[in-house]
Nanobody
């Protein structure tokens, strides 16, 4: 069974930075794709970024390109999301997701393992 545990959320002022981490267990962490999604109050969950664990290829939502960076540490079975130049619109619960498939997509239905989420709040 896949287990994903997020950490690193918190409250930050606009323009600040946060780094989220997702610790994965129950998977081999090689032939997988992992992603970060977020859900703002009253809105649907949206894809933020994903990464192919095997070759490191990444995708980003247009709204975060140039500000967020996703990375993986194969030795530690973790995926991180470095978030810079944060805006109030980045506020939401951030979820880590995984799928046993090397294709990285920003589609919620693609993933079958989910973490519990971590709150990110950006104040203006």
């Amino acid at each position: 069974e896949v287990q994903l545990v997020e950490s690193g959320g918190g409250l930050v002022q606009a323009g600040g930075s946060l780094r989220l981490s997702c610790a994965a267990s129950g998977i081999t962490f090689d032939d997988d794709a992992m992603a970060w999604f977020r859900q703002a109050p009253g809105k649907e969950r949206e894809g933020v970024s994903c990464i192919d664990i095997n070759d490191g290829r990444t995708k980003y939502a247009d709204s975060v390109k140039g500000r967020f960076t996703i990375s993986r540490d194969i030795a530690k079975n973790t995926v991180s999301l470095q978030m810079n130049s944060l805006k109030p619109d980045d506020t939401g619960v951030y979820y880590c997701a995984a799928v046993r498939n090397p294709i990285c997509l920003l589609r919620e239905e693609w993933y079958d393992g989910w973490g519990q989420g971590t709150q990110v709040t950006v104040s203006s």
